[in-house]
């Protein structure tokens, strides 16, 4: 059964910093792009981080550069989204997604994207 499972959301207070877990099962995350979208309320997913399968390259939201970072795990079938620095604006419901075909110009189009995480939460306040 093909799975992603997100972890490594909380609360956390502005200027802090959070680092969320992308975990595959059923298939290999080396073959995938993988990105890194987020929802706020409301309808609207917005792409955050992208990082490709093929030569590495990463890719990032304009709101989100210098202080996020998206990265592979060694061993684990695991990416990683580092996030400091966080905001309020941060707050969101952050999602983990697998792309077979990937197209650089498309990172951050949800529709490209085949596998979706469920979700987990980031809340930054006080």
């Known amino acids: 059964q093909v799975q992603l499972v997100e972890s490594g959301g909380g609360l956390v207070q502005p200027g802090g910093s959070l680092r969320l877990s992308c975990t595959a099962s059923?298939?290999?995350?080396?073959?995938?792009?993988i990105g890194w979208f987020r929802r706020a309320p409301g309808p609207v997913r917005e792409g955050v981080s992208c990082i490709s399968s093929d030569d590495g390259n990463t890719y990032y939201a304009d709101s989100v550069k210098g202080r996020f970072t998206i990265s592979r795990g060694n061993a684990k079938n695991t990416v990683y989204l580092q996030m400091n620095s966080l905001k309020p604006e941060d707050t969101a419901v952050y999602y983990c997604?697998?792309?077979?075909?990937?197209?650089?110009?498309?990172?951050?189009?949800?529709?490209?994207?085949?596998?979706w995480g469920q979700g987990t939460q980031v809340t930054v306040s006080w």
């Open positions: 997604a697998a792309d077979k075909g990937f197209y650089s110009d498309y990172w951050s189009r949800a529709p490209e994207y085949d596998y």
């Open positions: 059923g298939f290999s995350l080396d073959n995938y792009a």
